[in-house]
C-alpha cells in the first residue's frame, strides 16, 4: 500500500487473490478518487481483504463485486457477492465465533474511521457489505 496507493493495491491484490483462489473478483471505482488520510486508506485495504477472505472461506461464492464509490465527503465501499448468504440472526448465535471475528474486526476499522456499516443477506441470496466512510 505504501508503494502503490489505494486503488492500485485494490487491483493487485484482487488480481492476486483472485488468480490464486479462483474467485473471480471485478473492482470498480466510481468519480474521482481523491487522496484520504493513509491510516483510512490502510483501514479500507484492510477491510477488503477481510471481506474477500470471508468470501471465499464461507460464501462458497465464484464471484465478487467490490465498488468505490469517491462523493465529495464521504468515500462509499461496497462489495458484493453471490454465494449462500446467511440470515443476519445467525451472527449473534455463540457457535460462530471464528466466523464473527472478521466481521468484529470489519465493524472496529469501520468505527475508528466514524464510518457506517450496512450489511444485507439471506439464506441463498449472497451477501453485500456497504461501508460508508467520511472524507475527514
Known amino acids: 500500500l505504501d508503494d502503490l496507493c489505494l486503488i492500485p493495491s485494490i487491483e493487485w491484490y484482487r488480481e492476486q487473490y483472485g488468480s490464486n483462489s479462483g474467485l473471480v473478483c471485478r473492482f470498480h471505482q466510481i468519480g474521482i ?6 491510516s483510512r486508506e490502510v483501514n479500507i485495504f484492510r477491510i477488503i481483504q477481510e471481506c474477500i477472505l470471508n468470501i471465499h472461506k464461507h460464501a462458497e461464492a465464484s464471484f465478487a463485486e467490490i465498488n ?3 462523493k465529495p ?3 462509499i465501499l461496497k462489495i458484493v457477492d453471490n454465494g449462500k448468504g ?3 440472526g445467525q451472527l449473534s448465535e ?4 471464528r466466523f464473527n471475528f472478521g466481521l468484529l474486526n470489519i465493524s472496529e476499522r469501520v468505527d475508528m474511521m466514524n464510518g457506517h456499516l450496512d450489511l444485507i443477506s439471506e439464506k441463498g441470496e449472497g451477501t453485500s457489505i456497504i461501508i460508508e ?3 475527514e
Open 33 to 38: 478518487a481523491y487522496c484520504l488520510e493513509p
Open 133 to 135: 466512510i467520511p472524507r
Open 68 to 70: 468505490l464509490d469517491y
Open 94 to 97: 455463540p457457535k460462530t465465533p
Open 86 to 88: 446467511f440470515p443476519i
Open 73 to 75: 465527503n464521504k468515500v
